[in-house]
Nanobody, 116 residues
């Protein structure tokens, strides 16, 4: 059974930083595309950042320059380093794994709250 497990969310003050982690089980992690999404209640889930199997990254405009996605294939882990956090970054963040065969798997989400 494929598992995708996020961690690292929490409460942080505006301007602060957090690093989210996502561990994905299964074989051939390095061949998966990995991504972070976020979802505000009542809205659709939106892409935050993606890193492909070839380590190509892309970001949503609203996080460009503040967030960095990276992966450690040896640890089956993808990270999202979030700096200069704003109150509007307060949402649930989800990790997504996409296999080369088109399978998509989601984690349960981790809450990030930016507040003073």
């Amino acid at each position: 059974q494929v598992q995708v497990v996020e961690s690292g969310g929490g409460l942080v003050q505006p301007g602060g930083s957090l690093r989210l982690s996502c561990v994905a089980s299964g074989l051939f992690f390095s061949r998966n595309d990995m991504a972070w999404y976020r979802q505000t209640p009542g809205k659709e889930r939106e892409l935050v950042a993606r890193v492909t199997s070839g380590a190509i990254t892309n970001y949503a405009e609203f996080v460009e320059g503040r967030f960095t996605i990276s992966r450690d294939n040896a640890k089956n882990t993808v990270y999202l380093q979030m700096n200069s956090l704003k109150p509007e970054d307060t949402v649930v963040y989800y990790c997504q794994k996409t296999t080369p065969w088109g399978g998509t798997y989601w984690g349960q989400g981790t809450q990030v709250t930016v507040s003073s």
